[in-house]
């Protein structure tokens, strides 16, 4: 049986969640899966597993700092591994088709450039939504949330007051079966 790691980093909780909807998938295709917030949990040893999976989400065009820690403590090792990056993104769900060479930009920004940086030949990067939470904006965002919530509001799903998702699930779904049949394989 293929063991696997996700280790994620959060602001808002989606990529919390989405590493939950992944897990879940790999799951149902047979596979163990560990899953690990890098906030809470440090993770002294990976040589068990035979795919890491590493997410964030992004603010101000950054990752979140303790998956960024994981890549830089583990870099030596994943080299060795089967690796996969995501990142949860509301550029990732206001881009549109004719956008696309931004959206591919962006991926490139966000996943490409940081698997050079440390080194890494990922097996998938996955680029999802994110999740827009009202009630968690920073002070210093406000102003500029609060001027795109109509937009947001029209657009995505509330699933809870003031709290909207852009992530679309068949994709992350997609996304890890793809996975799993690439390590099954």
Known sequence: ????????????????????????????????????????????????FDLVIVGSGIQINRWTGEPEDF???????????KVALFVCCGSASQLDSEKSKDLANIKNKYLGEKATKYNLTPLALGFFGGVYNFNKVPWWSK?????????????????????????????????????????QS
Do not use: C
Not at 18 to 40: C, Q
Not at 145 to 159: G, S, W
């Open 1 to 48: 049986m293929k063991n696997v790691l996700i280790v994620y980093g959060t602001r808002y909780g989606a990529s919390a969640n989405t590493s939950d909807e992944i897990a879940t998938t790999l799951r149902h295709k047979g596979l163990t899966v560990k899953v690990v917030d890098a906030k809470k949990e440090k993770i002294k040893d990976i040589s068990s």
């Open 71 to 81: 890549l830089k403590k583990f870099q030596n090792q994943l080299t060795t591994k």
């Open 143 to 183: 102003k500029v949330m609060d001027a795109e919530r109509p937009k947001i509001e029209a657009a995505y799903k509330q699933t809870e007051p003031n709290v909207f998702d852009t992530r679309n699930l068949d994709e992350i779904h997609k996304w890890a079966m793809d996975l799993a049949q690439i390590v």
